[in-house]
């Protein structure tokens, strides 16, 4: 049994003006149904594999990004959808835009558009879902989790 | 005699902690008498199961009629000084109406007894299966609670400096109650029962003032004008059982049957006296205000004991209720009372009111129970009354331990116990487990009663029945789960209560355990003949073999699941995480941080659902409902019996 | 003989349960999407959905969290082999009570806001639907006299054609034992909830799958008590019963598709007033033929 038979998204809209968020949930509509494959959009971090961030990271949403992913499970990937994820597009000049999602975690799927099209995020959706099965299959043999009790003091998590 | 030394020894124990100033000493001098006390009381229960109460048999006391006479002049003039305590009390607090009830259902009997009317040469005092079981009750979990008292009133003093120290009054008192309800359970004539019930009310009333705030004393007059209320019923129903029926006891009046003519005007002011004593609706104020008193007297008087007064006189006299307005009226109100007052209880947030609902509308189930007046409702009541009695005293102490441990007794401030006050978490968790969940006591009690409402056919209560135990899992399971928030980080409590309070609440943890293992054991041994002495016939099973055993796995499964889960977890890899709030979790489960990136603390409520369940809009309503259907079936059931 | 029956029944159960409860959400998930005019996903998609639950890696806020949940699932297929055995139907609505209490523990020890609210909310369902579960057993005993599922299937006739009233109750009570209408119960598989994931907030990775293992556990028992409505002597009877149950389940999805937006509130209110109406009508005729037929 593949993992990528069944991937749960997680939407979370980094600092995105709107246009792309307006496309991922298109694309979970009947017109394009995304369920098809399996793809349910969870709302949830400890039960999604796939994080798609739409908007550059700024400063304020820096912290909730690292947050969300650091609550997944593993084999997870990353998508950046949209030029604002994927680099921080028209934003990248702001005073408090970071830049691209991957200047905070590592992206595995770069979905590039202003907005980006959902047949775009579809695809992207797809090739994330072969490398979650390849990445179970590392998690296979490096069988190795991290085993930490206890949680991080307020301060460090907010820097 | 063991009875007679187990009565006076307690008295006199009374007497004595009345009389020791010493804290110290007196400490030791009720927990020894506490002992010496539950071991009295366990021998004289071995003694009567030897002179052969378990075979149907009963043991009553005719005392020659000189010594007779003589109680009764001790009764009389203890009647008397009761009437002049309550004047004296009531004058200086200008509470007249009190005067006026106490005089109402005094002088008649005193009347009674000096002019000779009443019915001579009985047997005043009875031992059966009831009694014996009742004697465990009372001896067991009144001796657990005076000793637990000790340490708690030490730091009660502590914490409460406002409060003036009246420990020794306050010990003297709880041994003086016990000794009336020794004598209350053992009485047969129902005129020295109706002096052992004055004086239980009394005790209650001047412990509930204890502290002398003006809550207090308000709250303290309250439950005494209705308890004194149900006492000019029970007043009435001796009257009429002497003057017209010639009846002087219990057991003449249970032979005489549900047919004889007239019956019914006894046995509904008998039940007008037990439900305010039982505090049914609408006579369930007096038992909230009561918990303004120190928790060792919630936990005695107002759950576990004096309250079962009420139910214990309904049980004696079942056989009365079957197909009459008299029971109708018992299971109207008892029925009613368990739903009410289980819905206001989800609207509570305070520990000690969460308890007082929930014992007011378990004594609705009992209360109910009895009403039906068939021997496999009468069955579920005994048994309903004796797992309640253990599992609530039990939880009311432990709200005092936590009380005088951390300052709060709300349930909102038991957040995470079971990281920061672990052994006290486990205790609560079996308390609140044998309230309502499946293998424990009172669902298996609640299981009979609904198979005896079934079969005698009373849809109502068992309307009453399946929505009252539905919200009943609201309130106590939103209270446990309270308990399971894990807290990571969080400073453990100092554990300051007392050794002794430490050994009575596992005493009676264990005990609950125990009693759901037991139960059917205690039910063929003890309640079955009370059934068959009572009614004439036996009970079928109630509860079958199979299901028994079912329950008896599931009791262990519960047992063994600590030990399994560690077993299954212990080698697991898992990783922890932060609990999810949105991905501003702060860090540490208990802070988040704002949209300025400001950190703010996350505060996590129960649901008290106010503007369903609230007392502002549920009690009124039901007090006026309840009081008119006991008024209109009073009148009724009187006059048409007239 | 009995015994034999009894046991295989039980093992029965244990292992075809589970593939029962993804058969029917295969049919939900397909004839949901069906319902809202799009293709949908295969109806094997929860089978997937399970066993990659249980390849993921396990997260988990604190280890009393992964005990609990074991007694849930522990608990949940204890109460669905009592039924299986022939035993008390009120005592497989208790014991499922108890396991229904391991979960939402389970949820507030989290101590997150959306698992604590979750379990809130849980509560209070259950506290909308136990009156009419506890009838439903008594609808079973007042037909044929006993509470024992081995002496409710040995009837002539039926219990639905005396109990109409409580079935229709009972089955109004399975849209919340579902999860299913209202949109913001503790926890759902649908994208409209209010909770995010309510109850299950906080489970992740294999634990999260070992609950959703005893959900179908559960799920599988309370459509076999709907299909005991159907069930006599007559071993045609089973067949009706299957298909019943089949298109009960989807008149259950319908309703969740026509009423999306239910709220709590209507919930509770309706829950019980259609337990008070049907319930306790039914309740009070079979009560008055009974003492009638005395």
């Not at chain 1, 494959?37 to 798609?52: C, E, M």
């Not at chain 2, 378990?362 to 009403?371: K, P, V, W, Y």
């Amino acid at each position: 049994m593949k993992m990528s038979k069944s991937p749960w998204l997680l939407h979370y809209d980094a600092s995105s003006c709107n246009g792309c968020d307006i496309e991922v949930l298109a694309s979970t509509t009947p017109r394009y149904d995304v369920e098809r494959f399996g793809v349910i959009n969870t709302g949830n971090p400890k039960h999604a594999d796939i994080l798609v961030v739409t908007g550059g990271v700024n400063n304020q949403t820096k912290m909730v990004v690292k947050q969300l992913y650091s609550q997944m499970p593993d084999p997870k990937v990353v998508i950046a959808a949209g030029i604002c994820a994927c680099d921080g597009g028209i934003f990248k000049e702001c005073y408090n835009v970071n830049g691209g999602v991957d200047t905070v975690i590592p992206v595995d799927i770069y979905v590039p558009g202003c907005a980006v099209r959902p047949e775009a995020l579809i695809d992207g959706v797809v090739k994330a879902v072969k490398l979650l099965d390849e990445k179970r299959e590392a998690m296979k043999n490096h069988a190795s989790c991290e085993v930490h009790y206890g949680n991080t003091p307020a301060k460090e998590v907010k820097k | 005699m063991i009875l007679l030394f187990l009565f006076f020894f307690t008295l006199g124990m009374s007497v004595l902690t009345a009389l020791l100033r010493d804290e110290k000493i007196r400490g030791g001098v009720v927990i020894v008498g506490s002992i010496i006390m539950m071991v009295l009381d366990v021998l004289f229960c071995v003694w009567a199961y030897l002179n052969g109460v378990g075979d149907n048999k009963v043991l009553t006391f005719l005392p020659e009629s000189g010594l007779t006479e003589k109680c009764t002049y001790v009764f009389m003039a203890g009647e008397l000084f009761l009437f002049s305590l309550i004047t004296v009390l009531s004058v200086k607090h200008g509470k007249y109406h009190c005067i006026l009830l106490s005089a109402i259902g005094t002088i008649p009997v005193l009347w009674l007894d000096i002019t000779h009317k009443a019915v001579e040469n009985l047997p005043m005092l009875k031992v059966d299966d009831l009694t014996i079981l009742m004697f465990m009750v009372v001896g067991i979990v009144g001796g657990l609670i005076s000793i637990y008292a000790v340490g708690y009133l030490h730091d009660y003093h502590i914490h409460h400096k406002d409060v003036e120290n009246r420990s020794q009054y306050f010990q003297a008192l709880l041994f003086l109650f016990l000794t009336a309800m020794y004598g209350l359970i053992t009485s047969d004539a129902l005129s020295w029962m109706f002096f052992f019930w004055e004086i239980t009310s009394t005790v209650s009333f001047l412990l509930i003032g204890y502290t002398k705030k003006s809550e207090a004393v308000t709250n303290s007059f309250r439950a005494l004008w209705m308890n004194l209320l149900g006492g000019c019923g029970f007043m009435v129903a001796i009257l009429y059982c002497a003057l017209v029926m010639h009846i002087g006891s219990l057991t003449e009046l249970v032979e005489a049957g549900p047919r004889k003519a007239g019956i019914v005007i006894p046995v509904v002011f008998l039940s007008l006296a037990a439900i305010t004593k039982s505090a049914q609706m609408p006579f369930s104020r007096w038992l909230l205000g009561a918990m303004v008193a120190p928790t060792p007297s919630s936990a005695l008087l107002h759950s576990a004991t004096m309250v079962k007064a009420g139910v214990y006189l309904l049980i004696r006299i079942s056989p009365l209720f079957a197909g009459n307005l008299g029971g109708i009226m018992i299971t109207t109100i008892g029925g009613f009372t368990f739903f009410a007052a289980s819905l206001l209880a989800i609207s509570q947030s305070d520990g000690k009111k969460v308890l007082a609902y929930s014992t007011i509308s378990n004594l609705g189930l009992i209360t109910a129970c009895a009403g039906v007046g068939q021997p496999a409702a009468t069955w579920a009541a005994i048994m309903l009354l004796l797992f309640h009695a253990v599992s609530k005293s039990l939880m009311f102490l432990a709200v005092g331990a936590v009380e005088n441990a951390t300052g709060s007794r709300d349930v909102e401030d038991m957040h995470g116990m079971v990281v920061k006050f672990p052994k006290m978490a486990y205790v609560m968790t079996v308390g609140i487990c044998g309230m309502f969940l499946a293998p424990f006591g009172m669902l298996v009690a609640k299981w009979a009663a609904l198979k005896a409402y079934i079969d005698s056919n009373n849809v109502m209560l068992v309307m009453f029945l399946v929505f009252g135990s539905a919200t009943t899992m609201f309130y106590w399971g939103k209270w446990l789960g309270k308990l399971y928030a894990v807290l990571h980080q969080s400073e453990r409590h100092r554990d300051v209560v007392h050794k002794s309070e430490w050994q009575v609440m596992y005493c009676l943890t264990a005990l609950i355990v125990s009693l759901c293992a037991l139960f059917p054991m205690i039910g063929t041994v003890f309640v079955q003949p009370v059934l068959s002495q009572s009614f004439g016939q036996t009970v079928g099973t109630i509860i079958s073999d199979n299901d028994i055993r079912v329950m008896l796995m599931m009791l262990i499964m519960i047992g063994l699941m600590p030990v399994l889960a560690a077993f299954l977890i212990r080698n697991r890899k898992e990783k922890m995480t932060m609990a999810y709030m949105a991905g501003v979790n702060a860090g540490d489960d208990r802070h988040f941080i704002d949209s300025l990136g400001g950190i703010r603390p996350s505060y996590l409520s129960n649901w008290y659902m106010e503007e369903w369940f609230g007392e502002k809009r549920i009690l009124n309503p039901s007090l006026y409902l309840s009081a008119t259907a006991v008024t209109v079936m009073m009148i009724v059931a009187v006059g048409g019996a007239l | 003989m009995r015994m034999t029956v009894v046991l295989l029944s039980i093992l029965i159960y244990l292992a075809a349960a589970p593939l029962v409860g993804l058969a029917f959400e295969g049919y939900d998930r397909v004839v949901s999407a069906r319902m809202q005019n799009r293709k949908g996903p295969s109806f094997f998609q929860p089978l997937y959905d399970l066993l990659k639950l249980f390849q993921k890696q396990s997260i988990v806020v604190n280890r009393v969290q992964t005990a609990l949940v074991i007694g849930f699932v522990i608990f949940t297929i204890f109460t669905g082999c009592i039924f299986f055995a022939g035993g008390d139907i009120l005592l497989v609505f208790f014991a499922h009570s108890l396991a229904d209490m391991f979960l939402i523990l389970a949820a507030y020890s989290a101590n997150s806001p959306y698992s604590s609210l979750g379990a809130q909310r849980e509560f209070m369902q259950t506290m909308a639907y136990e009156p009419m579960t506890l009838l439903t057993a008594i609808g079973f005993y007042m037909t044929c006299g006993s509470f024992n599922v081995s002496d409710v299937i040995q009837q002539e006739v039926p219990a639905i054609v005396r109990a109409p009233g409580i079935f229709l109750g009972f089955c109004f009570t399975l849209l919340i034992i579902f999860r299913k209408s209202p949109f913001d119960l503790a926890t759902s598989h649908h994208a409209h909830q209010e909770m995010v994931k309510g109850l299950t907030q906080d489970l992740a990775g294999n634990i999260y799958g070992l609950q959703e293992l005893g959900e179908l556990y559960a799920s599988v028992q309370m459509l076999s008590v709907a299909g005991l409505f159907f069930i006599c002597k007559n071993p045609l009877s089973y067949v009706v019963a299957v298909v019943a149950v089949i298109v009960i389940y989807f008149f259950i999805l319908l309703a969740d598709n026509i009423f999306p937006r239910v709220k709590w509130e209507v919930m509770l209110s309706s829950t019980w007033v259609v337990t008070f109406v049907f319930g306790g009508g039914n309740f009070l005729i079979l009560t008055m033929l009974n003492i009638a037929g005395k």
